[in-house]
């Protein structure tokens, strides 16, 4: 029979099925125009019959005795799905019990074909094993009548052998295996000191900062790895310039008043024939800025 169900679906069924597939499609049509019908409500509405429902909830249960309280006593409609293991008890309490008893009866009739299944299993493997007992018995006597007499030797050992054999009993691990836990201590070291690698043994490590100067430094320098002294023309210039200040604390007026006391000055003073030659072998570059070398090299190339 050809029908159509309440989503507009044509549906072939028996004509005896008809009747329960028109109803469940009754009550799925009622159950999914129910909410559509409250949409137009306003928030306080809602909450208004949300009320009502409580309090009809409240009432039925100070009509009920004092009795044990269950989940679905306290579960308010929740949209949570708790699963195919979960069923839905009634409120009710003697509806509870029966459905309780319901599914005991349900559990005890599930066991009871479990059982009957076993026994028919191992009926079947008993009669199996009958069936190739006979065949095997009958191989061995035409082995025999054909005068093979170890061959069947072999195959009576080996269907009496595995009659003898059992199976093997599963293991079962130990209860309780003991792990001792050793805790080895490091002899090379010591409380407070950092532990020293083998590789870096006989080597000078250093903790912490630097505890030399750059100028000493320097001097331990192989040579051979030191950079041209070129570099270094203006940095020893520095250098000397910054040890006489340091080397003479006299301020410059107390100079002025000397140079004066004696009648001479530094610009009076001719430049010495040593000073000419050092200054002609270490010349000093004529540029101070970086435009100033760009012209000074322009003009030496």
Same mark, same amino acid.
């Given at each position: 029979?050809?029908?159509?169900?309440?989503?507009?679906?044509?549906?072939?069924?028996?004509?005896?099925?008809?009747?329960?597939?028109?109803?469940?499609?009754?009550?799925?049509?009622?159950?999914?125009?129910?909410?559509?019908?409250?949409?137009?409500?306003?928030?306080?509405?809602?909450?208004?019959?949300?009320?009502?429902?409580?309090?009809?909830?409240?009432?039925?249960?100070?009509?009920?005795?004092?009795?044990?309280?269950?989940?679905?006593?306290?579960?308010?409609?929740?949209?949570?799905?708790?699963?195919?293991?979960?069923?839905?008890?009634?409120?009710?309490?003697?509806?509870?019990?029966?459905?309780?008893?319901?599914?005991?009866?349900?559990?005890?009739?599930?066991?009871?074909?479990?059982?009957?299944?076993?026994?028919?299993?191992?009926?079947?493997?008993?009669?199996?094993?009958?069936?190739?007992?006979?065949?095997?018995?009958?191989?061995?006597?035409?082995?025999?009548?054909?005068?093979?007499?170890?061959?069947? +030797? $072999? &195959? @009576?050992?080996?269907?009496?052998? /595995?009659?003898?054999?059992?199976?093997?009993? *599963?293991?079962? =691990?130990?209860? #309780?295996?003991?792990?001792?836990?050793?805790?080895?201590?490091?002899?090379?070291?010591?409380?407070?000191?950092?532990?020293?690698?083998?590789?870096?043994?006989?080597?000078?490590?250093?903790?912490?900062?630097?505890?030399?100067?750059?100028?000493?430094?320097?001097?331990?320098?192989?040579?051979?790895?030191?950079?041209?002294?070129?570099?270094?023309?203006?940095?020893?210039?520095?250098?000397?310039?910054?040890?006489?200040?340091?080397?003479?604390?006299?301020?410059?007026? +107390? $100079? &002025? @008043?000397?140079?004066?006391?004696? /009648?001479?000055?530094?610009?009076?003073?001719? *430049?010495?024939? =040593?000073?000419? #030659?050092?200054?002609?072998?270490?010349?000093?570059?004529?540029?101070?800025?970086?435009?100033?070398?760009?012209?000074?090299?322009?003009?030496?190339?």
């Amino acid at each position: 029979v050809d029908y159509v169900d309440f989503l507009g679906r044509s549906r072939r069924c028996m004509k005896k099925d008809l009747p329960s597939l028109l109803k469940m499609d009754q009550d799925l049509q009622g159950k999914s125009q129910g909410p559509d019908g409250n949409t137009l409500l306003s928030e306080d509405m809602r909450r208004e019959l949300q009320r009502q429902q409580w309090e009809k909830e409240e009432e039925e249960a100070l009509r009920k005795p004092m009795g044990p309280i269950h989940y679905e006593d306290i579960r308010e409609n929740e949209a949570r799905q708790l699963g195919v293991g979960y069923f839905a008890f009634s409120r009710d309490q003697e509806l509870r019990h029966k459905q309780r008893a319901t599914l005991d009866m349900l559990r005890e009739q599930t066991l009871d074909q479990r059982t009957k299944r076993e026994q028919i299993k191992e009926k079947r493997k008993a009669a199996l094993d009958a069936r190739l007992s006979k065949l095997r018995a009958r191989k061995v006597q035409k082995l025999r009548d054909a005068g093979l007499e170890e061959e069947a +030797e $072999k &195959l @009576e050992k080996g269907e009496l052998k /595995g009659a003898t054999e059992e199976p093997e009993a *599963p293991r079962v =691990p130990a209860a #309780s295996r003991k792990v001792e836990v050793v805790i080895q201590e490091r002899r090379d070291t010591k409380p407070g000191v950092p532990y020293v690698r083998e590789w870096d043994k006989g080597k000078e490590l250093m903790f912490g900062q630097w505890s030399k100067k750059q100028e000493e430094l320097r001097d331990e320098r192989d040579p051979e790895f030191a950079p041209p002294s070129d570099y270094f023309l203006g940095q020893k210039k520095d250098a000397n310039y910054r040890s006489q200040n340091s080397k003479s604390p006299e301020t410059s007026s +107390e $100079k &002025l @008043e000397t140079e004066t006391a004696c /009648g001479c000055s530094t610009q009076e003073v001719p *430049p010495s024939a =040593p000073t000419n #030659s050092i200054d002609a072998q270490n010349p000093e570059p004529p540029y101070r800025s970086l435009d100033d070398m760009l012209s000074y090299y322009r003009q030496v190339t």
